[in-house]
């Protein structure tokens, strides 16, 4: 591949800071590791490989954009901080910071001066570059992203939203790009980040670290609902300490092919982490759903729900894995994967895991893959209801719950109604 070819050539061209010899270190990485194939375990249902081109290529980060012109049209109506990214760089015409007493939120390469000790204690803190190929990847080339920080006891009444656009620069690039997340003790804060691509084939590996210290809670929404043409890695590692909340929501509407690695590390007592996700496939899209609850210390809770719904000649991949240390007695940790084929043509692997090593816990996990309920169905059609309506009304049912426990009454209604869109219903 032309991005591995000329890898050294494009990393000695990016911008030297403090950060160098972390990249330094996951450039050696991935280079050791090399873009995985279907013989490795980890992606042995999604040969990503084979899915970049030849043509694809890596920039060294500092693109220019000209943002007078672009417009995106989502949370238009939903107060809050809107961090919009252009290609994987910061586009500050597009952006409206709203001021809030102790919520940094911004350009993580516009703020890595000033925040430098900050950013240099956690960035590559909550990621493993030693074994993950994308996360060595991003860490070596990634050079802009959303950079939010939350003070000790800050209670930040607006959510912050981090809006990436697409468009035809990055046609050949594989665009790189990080956020780093950081919510001291005691402090609350809702994010919702959207990946946008209007047209046209494109490439992205991204990766957020997420840190929740003592007391704090974050809520994370991920969503990919307008990714038709996409080929993209995504990556979220969070750290969970003692007694934190953390509630992270992927809902997957599309994609060419999607891998959406979701990671929790529970690192202190009393910590709670919830998983959830929702993902649609149809004609020959793939979405691979692959997440990892570490539960390291005693006391924990963990909760994951994830729901797929697939047409056409779509799969679907369902890897998630509860992983309990030895010394993690007390662990309560619940995993849930159910999926809805709605042709003979579409298909699901799911690999649900349970790797425990303490005896004083409760893990439970659960999969099923199905169909409509054929007497749900038949009580709709009874009432005269057309059967494409039908299948919709119950497909909107299904999926609609995971939508339900979002945090912000207007993101919930933005997200019903797109769901209603992609599901061609009107009701």
């Known amino acids: 591949m032309a991005f591995t070819d000329n890898i050294d050539n494009t990393f000695a061209a990016l911008e030297k800071d403090v950060l160098t010899p972390e990249r330094e270190a996951a450039l050696a990485s991935f280079k050791a590791l090399g873009v995985p194939s279907g013989r490795h375990e980890e992606w042995k249902y999604t040969n990503i490989k084979t899915k970049l081109p030849e043509s694809l290529r890596l920039d060294d980060g500092r693109r220019t954009t000209d943002d007078s012109q672009r417009k995106f049209n989502s949370f238009k109506n939903i107060e809050g901080t809107k961090l919009v990214f252009v290609n994987g760089s910061y586009a500050p015409a597009l952006s409206a910071i709203a001021a809030q007493d102790g919520v940094v939120a911004g350009s993580l390469r516009a703020l890595r001066s000033q925040h430098a000790d900050l950013i240099a204690k956690h960035f590559n803190k909550a990621t493993d570059t030693t074994s993950e190929n994308f996360a060595a990847l991003n860490t070596a080339f990634a050079q802009d992203g959303a950079f939010i920080y939350i003070k000790r006891n800050v209670k930040a009444a607006q959510p912050v939203f981090i809006i990436h656009l697409y468009d035809a620069a990055a046609a050949d690039v594989f665009t790189q790009s990080r956020n780093l997340i950081i919510a001291e003790e005691g402090a609350e804060i809702n994010i919702v980040e959207d990946f946008q691509n209007a047209a046209g084939e494109k490439f992205y590996n991204h990766l957020a670290e997420i840190f929740v210290a003592a007391n704090a809670e974050v809520n994370y929404v991920t969503l990919q609902l307008d990714n038709k043409h996409t080929t993209s890695v995504n990556t979220i590692d969070a750290r969970v300490d003692q007694d934190a909340r953390y509630h992270i929501t992927t809902l997957t509407f599309e994609g060419k092919l999607v891998r959406n690695n979701v990671n929790a590390y529970m690192d202190g007592k009393g910590a709670l982490a919830t998983l959830n996700g929702l993902y649609l496939c149809t004609a020959n899209n793939h979405i691979d759903s692959h997440i990892l609850v570490d539960h390291r210390v005693p006391h924990c809770d963990s909760n994951q729900v994830y729901k797929g719904v697939l047409d056409g000649e779509s799969t679907g991949v369902f890897n998630g894995k509860i992983f309990v240390r030895k010394d993690a007695q007390k662990t309560n940790a619940f995993q849930s994967s159910k999926a809805i084929l709605l042709s003979d043509e579409a298909s699901v692997n799911s690999k649900p895991q349970l790797e425990i090593y303490a005896d004083d816990v409760k893990c439970s996990h659960g999969a099923a893959i199905g169909q409509i ?37 207007a993101l919930r209604d933005h997200l019903y109604d797109r769901l209603k869109e992609r599901l061609n219903i009107t009701f």
């Open 373 to 409: 309920n054929k007497n749900e169905l038949f009580y709709l059609l009874a009432r005269g209801i057309d059967e494409a309506t039908a299948r919709g009304i119950l497909t909107y049912a299904y999926g609609s719950s995971i939508i339900a426990d979002l945090p912000l009454e």
